[in-house]
């Protein structure tokens, strides 16, 4: 009963043995399709910076703010109006009640055409220069009239209180302006990003496919063990039962280095998706990394990192131009409140002649001049509309900053969180380190142990594990590190600098 047993345990073990190669060589068979492609760490960062979605679809956001500041300028540029104007006028005759005399019917023909340059400037003086002749036609009392008559000149009217030192146009040029820096700052926060995302993922390949060579190193090990007691079972030294464990193992060790290449294979398509617009382009490819891991222990400083993370973090910076945004706003507001008193003036010529050349021959004499001074002063009655909403944006600037505060805050809880993690990786480093080499010994010699016949395959089976799992993780904590390392660089802000990439802001 036992022996059947025994039988049936060991067929399954090499059914599922059969299956665990066939899907390796599967794997190998398409591994063999693909194209190598030796990459260092810069040359994918490279890569993201030129070909990364998200990349390229924030580097958008600058240029559209460039053109919107370019639409808030207009506000500035003058325009050209001209228009043409028919009027038609009669009025009856009849009888005055008066004196009792008759008065003969009235009808006007007029045809005015106008033009001239209005526009608006920095100080908020807005003007209207140009002609203005009108060609009428009709009778008066009875007799026909044919004259045209005409005005030129130029008027102006200077805001003194409200829309003084700030108005709508100039509120909105210096928010479009301050628009362009919040994206800029956005910008960098989204390569800093991007490059932090390729950091990480490009260490977990490094892993992945060092992981792999773990796993086939105790796979061979496995094998090894598989055929020795193959060879002890056949000369009688050694228990069936034993070699369907060293079978199992193998089957195991064979099912992870299956698992490896997975877990390697999904990470190649993580990085592909960082660096590439054209996924198709590189499915068939194999990204193999030439960074090598040398673990050199860094010094870290807290308060210093803290210093550069407040003054780099370009999405600190964006909350900051956000609150000078804000600012601006609330300086219109304020403006607002104020009573109007403007200054108005004009000056031109009048002329009045029997044909269009006499109107501008009059323009021309200074004959009749005319011109207007004054003041304009204006109050509402409630000025509830402007107080509420002035008062709006100063409990929105509060919330603002508020807001800027609690981000500081999270940055400086980040780094602090980052180097803590640097340290540990670090220390798990050494740890681990010192638990392969031990892992090693204890496994030679309880191999040794198991030549001479004073041990078992389960006390070796189960060494073989501890190796394989101390070498995973020994290698897992060396980019554990590294990625720790690229996370205090992107925290800090300093990952631009770090990378020689410079984004010059404009203020």
């Known amino acids: 009963m036992k022996s059947s047993n025994l039988h049936h345990l060991m067929s399954l073990v090499r059914i599922f043995c059969l299956a665990v190669c066939c899907a390796i060589s599967a794997g190998n068979a398409f ?42 300028e207009s506000y500035y540029d003058p325009r050209l109006d001209f228009s043409v ?115 990480q993922t490009y260490y977990d390949l490094i892993f992945t496919r060092e992981n792999i060579k773990v796993q086939e190193k105790a796979l061979e090990l496995a094998e090894r063990l598989v055929a020795e007691n193959r060879r002890k079972v056949e000369v009688g030294t050694l228990a069936p039962l034993e070699q369907a464990q060293s079978e199992s193992q193998a089957a195991v060790a064979r099912a992870d280095v299956v698992s490896a290449m997975g877990n390697y294979d999904i990470q190649q398509n993580v990085l592909k998706s960082l660096i590439t617009d054209q996924y198709r382009e590189w499915h068939a490819v ?18 210093e990192s803290w210093t550069r993370g407040m003054t780099y973090r370009p999405d600190l910076n964006q909350l900051r131009s956000d609150l000078e945004r804000r600012d601006i706003t609330l300086r219109y507001q304020r403006n607002q409140t104020l009573p109007s008193l403007d200054l108005v003036g004009s000056y031109g010529r009048n002329a009045l002649a029997d044909d269009v050349g006499g109107v501008f021959s009059d323009f021309r004499r200074e004959t009749s001049p005319s011109y207007s001074f004054g003041a304009v ?61 031990y892992a090693e010994q204890a496994l030679d010699a309880e191999t040794k142990r198991l030549e001479a016949g004073r041990s078992t395959s389960f006390v070796v089976l189960q060494l073989q594990r501890d190796l394989t799992r101390a070498r995973s993780e020994e290698m897992r904590a060396i980019s554990d590190y590294y990625k720790a390392l690229a996370a205090i660089s992107f925290n800090e802000g300093s990952t631009l600098l770090n990378n020689n990439l410079e984004l010059n802001v404009r203020k």
């Open 377 to 437: 002063f204006s109050i509402p009655l409630s000025q509830r509309g402007p107080r509420n909403a002035y008062n709006a944006t100063r409990a929105e600037i509060e919330q603002a900053k508020l807001r800027l505060q609690s981000a500081e805050q999270t940055v400086m809880v980040q780094i602090d969180n980052a180097i803590k993690t640097a340290r540990t990786n670090r220390e798990r480093i050494d740890a681990t380190r010192a638990a392969r080499v």
């Open 286 to 303: 194999e990204i193999v990394p030439t960074e090598q891991l040398v673990v050199i222990s860094e010094q870290f400083d807290v308060m």
């Open 85 to 199: 104007v028919q009027r038609s006028s009669t009025r009856e005759g009849g009888i005055n009640p008066n004196t009792g005399e008759p008065f003969p019917s009235t009808s006007t023909e007029s045809t005015s055409v106008s033009g001239g340059i209005v526009g608006t400037l920095p100080t908020g003086l807005t003007y209207d220069f140009g002609p203005n002749v009108t060609h009428n036609t009709g009778t008066s009392r009875g007799s026909p009239f044919d004259l045209y008559e005409g005005q030129a000149g130029i008027s102006m009217r200077q805001p003194l209180l409200r829309n003084f030192l700030i108005d709508a146009g100039r509120r909105n040029i210096l928010t479009a302006r301050k628009n362009i820096e919040i994206s800029e700052y956005g910008l960098a926060f989204q390569l800093m990003r991007v490059i932090n995302q390729v950091e």
């Open 31 to 72: 591994a063999q399709t693909n194209v190598v492609r030796p990459m260092s760490l810069n040359e994918a960062i490279q890569l993201a910076l030129k070909h990364n979605f998200d990349v390229q679809i924030e580097q958008y956001e600058p240029q559209i703010s460039r053109f919107a500041y370019e639409v808030a």
